[in-house]
């Protein structure tokens, strides 16, 4: 099956410094991921619609200059947090479909663990 | 306002027993489900998928049901393992473009 890495798989940084989460998607093209937030014991929050060749689409609520997102390839999507701070310590999940849209199967990343401290 | 709800936080069943998880959503009109597993400190894995038009799919030991009419989707797990052991997402997916999660169910087979 179509495989999804992501890189950190975690990472702990001070507040106020900016991480950089990258998803590949290893061997599929994907024009479009997807990027989402999950904390401890709650489900799976979408925050935005990574696509290649052109900018990324937000979730209401999220913040688009603190969370810089970057379709640099049909296999790369970067997510960056800026300016860190303990309230975004989280689990960060990428995810690819195959054809593009959310009716067909999702391949998820491992997941990065982000801590800030 | 739209809501996913998976019926418990957690269930626990014995071994050999059939796990029955069970995923309702209000304010959707959704065109397909899907079912996910997700172990700890791991991204969700697909597991299957049914259309609106569909009323049931099965995959080795598992099936899943959709009624929406009763806006509810069944995941049954039969002949359960410890290895099933997970937490289970349903997500639904009103269209193309957006795909919406349940908070999950954590399932526990006891040996």
């Known amino acids: 099956g179509a495989v999804v890495s992501q890189h950190p798989s975690w990472v702990i940084c001070k507040s106020g410094t900016s991480v950089k989460i990258e998803c590949r998607s290893l061997?599929?093209?994907?024009?479009?991921m997807f990027w989402y937030r999950q904390f401890p014991k709650q489900s799976l929050m979408l925050m935005a619609t990574?696509?290649?060749?052109?900018?990324?689409?937000?979730e209401q609520g999220v913040e688009k200059d603190k969370f810089l997102i970057n379709h640099a390839s049909l296999t790369l999507s970067t997510l960056t947090v800026t300016s860190a701070h303990p309230e975004d310590s989280s689990f960060y999940i990428c995810?690819?479909?195959?054809?593009?849209?959310?009716?067909?199967?999702?391949?998820f990343g491992p997941g990065t663990r982000l801590t800030v401290l | 306002s739209q809501k996913i709800e998976q019926n418990s936080e957690a269930l626990n069943i014995q071994e050999g027993k059939t796990a029955t998880l069970t995923c309702n959503y209000t304010?959707?009109?959704?065109?397909?489900l899907q079912w996910y597993r997700q172990d700890p400190g791991r991204g969700p894995v697909f597991l299957l998928l049914?259309?609106?038009?569909?009323k049931e799919k099965r995959k080795e030991r598992l099936k899943v049901t959709f009624d929406t009419t009763l806006k509810q989707s069944l995941f049954h797990i039969t002949a359960s393992q410890p290895a099933d052991s997970a937490t289970y997402l349903c997500?639904?997916?009103?269209?193309?473009?957006?795909?919406?999660f349940g908070t999950g169910t954590r399932l526990t087979v006891i040996p």
């Open positions: 995810s690819a479909p195959l054809s593009g849209t959310y009716t067909d199967t999702q391949y």
């Open positions: 061997d599929f093209q994907a024009t479009t």
């Open positions: 990574s696509n290649e060749g052109s900018k990324a689409t937000y």
């Open positions: 304010n959707y009109s959704p065109a397909y």
């Open positions: 049914i259309r609106e038009n569909e």
């Open positions: 997500a639904l997916a009103p269209g193309a473009n957006n795909l919406f």
